[in-house]
């Protein structure tokens, strides 16, 4: 429901010309960019057709941590013993509890961003918006009737949706998309994950650690295909450990059910079954049905919305932020974004730096990168120096049995300037940010490794791959050979 008085606000700026903007879509970019409007001493209207904070917040990154934090304290829980603390009688998930508890949680933070946007005077309407013309937005409330919106600028941020193709006709019951993975009532026992991309390959770890069995098929040759060959050798390996099966380099044709179980035609190899598949192929933008065509915003042939480095589209006076223009799409990105959109909306002149944007993908154990692969470093025709370093020489990695991982850090062979950094281990997307400011401001490795690490801590892990770039990391052997 739209915060109250959102509508009577509405016609008083109507009355009293314009919003200096309208914005389509209430996720990371669409409120961000309100409040940052406001924080500018603009007025702004944040149209959103669902719950606010978008498929991060309600079907996403928030849901799925949840859960992921659950299962984790569940595997902490049965390898008690490791830390020698005897744990007696069964310890068990109940999948109904875990979900509540998701939902409280991602409850709270909707509310949240509605009392944020009423603490900034941002007008929140709750409907379904298409854009009619060049700062005119039409909107079907949900609690009835129209209104219309006029705003000097329009941003559009309406994000994506899980991909779909013929061959995996998502019902939301026997094959589900990752919004339906958050939801479910029940563990299946057996869970067939069509994609090992990192949507994929969280749900994998999390639904393995419940109690499922896992079996994920990527079409390309490996996990995590986008990321760095080492760290999806690497998570491989974890996902071996932990008994899910992986297969690589395989396409599945087609999807059925037969009785009360899920085949899976796998070409060139045995079919497989599960009472349960999971789709996890890539998303789609939501530019249809916004009315773009009308005002001539040009997309890419894959939807996306093209636009510059200060987000303006081909139309001007109309923004697009997050994963509308495809992309990194990621949460902070699209808020990172919306920032530059709604700064050069109220005047001013910025343009997005996506140097060392951090990730994190959250399996077991985790994967922190920013900056290039060395597979990228090396197409660029970049000399590369590599360093690294495994958590298991780590003293405090040992006392928190947290031994799995590396980091790999990428310099250029003739600058020193650090590439890109890869972290897999505990708290790897967390420890990943000193990384991020190191290639944003462009810093070189012998820079970072003069900083001094407290110790023990996880982050001595980087300060020794970052040694290990020119040989002198203290905590490993020499080598003969470089």
Not at 422 to 427: D, I, P, S
Request: glycine fraction near 12%; hydrophobic fraction near 45%; charged fraction near 25%.
């Amino acid at each position: 429901m739209p915060v109250p008085g959102a509508i009577a606000r509405a016609e008083e700026s109507m009355a009293a010309d314009t919003y200096d903007m309208g914005v389509v879509g209430g996720g990371p970019a669409g409120y961000v960019a309100g409040v940052r409007v406001a924080q500018s001493g603009g007025r702004c209207a944040v149209i959103e057709r669902d719950a606010l904070g978008g498929t991060c917040l309600n079907w996403g990154c928030i849901p799925s941590k949840s859960l992921i934090a659950s299962a984790a304290l569940l595997r902490n829980i049965r390898n008690a013993a490791d830390y020698g603390i005897e744990v007696r009688g069964e310890v068990r998930a109940d999948l109904a509890a875990l979900i509540e508890r998701k939902d409280k949680i991602v409850e709270g933070l909707v509310n949240g961003i509605g009392g944020l946007l009423k603490a900034h005077k941002v007008d929140h309407l709750a409907g379904e918006a298409v854009i009619e013309g060049p700062g005119q937005i039409r909107v079907r409330l949900k609690a009835g009737g129209e209104a219309e919106v006029r705003a000097a600028n329009v941003l559009i941020a309406t994000g994506s949706r899980p991909a779909q193709i013929p061959a995996f006709p998502i019902d939301g019951k026997h094959i589900i998309s990752s919004d339906q993975a958050v939801r479910l009532k029940e563990l299946p026992r057996r869970l067939l994950i069509v994609g090992a991309g990192v949507i994929g390959c969280e749900f994998g770890c999390l639904y393995r650690e419940l109690g499922a069995e896992v079996t994920m098929v990527e079409l390309l040759d490996r996990a995590l295909p986008l990321g760095d060959a080492d760290v999806s050798k690497l998570i491989e390996r974890e996902l071996r450990k932990q008994k899910i099966k992986l297969l690589t380099g395989k396409k599945i044709v087609r999807v059925e059910r037969r009785g009360e179980e899920m085949a899976a035609q796998v070409e060139g190899a045995d079919a497989l079954t599960a009472d349960l598949v999971l789709v996890s192929i890539g998303r789609t933008m939501n530019t249809d049905k916004l009315g773009l065509e009308k005002i001539g915003v040009k997309l890419s042939p894959r939807g996306e919305v093209l636009v510059d480095a200060g987000m303006r589209t081909s139309v001007p006076g109309v923004f697009a932020a997050g994963d509308v223009i495809g992309g990194m799409m990621l949460a902070h990105v699209a808020s990172a974004e919306a920032i530059v959109a709604a700064e050069n909306a109220m005047g001013g002149d910025v343009a997005m730096d996506y140097r060392g944007i951090p990730a994190g993908i959250f399996t077991h154990p985790e994967v922190g990168t920013a900056g290039l692969t060395e597979e990228q470093a090396r197409k660029e025709g970049r000399g590369v120096r590599v360093g690294r370093f495994q958590m298991r020489v780590l003293g405090k990695a040992q006392a928190e049995r947290a031994i799995a991982g590396e980091v790999k850090v990428i310099a250029d062979a003739s600058t020193d300037e650090i590439l890109g950094v890869h972290v897999v281990g505990e708290h790897a997307a967390d420890l990943i940010h000193e990384a991020a400011v190191a290639i944003r401001h462009g810093l070189k490795a012998s820079q970072l490794g003069a900083v001094v690490h407290s110790h023990p801590t996880l982050s001595e892990a980087i300060m020794e791959a970052v040694h290990d770039v020119h040989g002198e990391a203290i905590h490993i052997p020499p080598r003969k050979e470089r």
